[in-house]
């Protein structure tokens, strides 16, 4: 893969194939060692899970 340099405009690293579905297809796209790949994995559920808890927060403050 090809290094690409930033000059701080729109960058062509930050582009999902068409046919990237799940993060296991941006993994390999990336290509992405094993352990990287679960922290990537690790990162996106730990967000997930945030704002889930932050979307409970909101509707117990909102039923109180």
């Given at each position: 893969m090809a290094t690409v340099k930033s000059v701080g405009g729109?960058?062509?690293?930050?582009?999902?194939?068409d046919y990237a579905t799940d993060?296991?297809?941006?993994?390999?796209?990336?290509?992405?060692e094993f352990e990287i790949g679960n922290i990537f994995k690790a990162c996106y559920h730990f967000w997930q899970g945030w704002i889930e808890r932050k979307r409970q927060r909101n509707f117990k403050l909102r039923k109180s």
């Open positions: 729109t960058t062509s690293y930050y582009n999902i194939p993060l296991q297809d941006l993994i390999e796209h990336k290509r992405m």
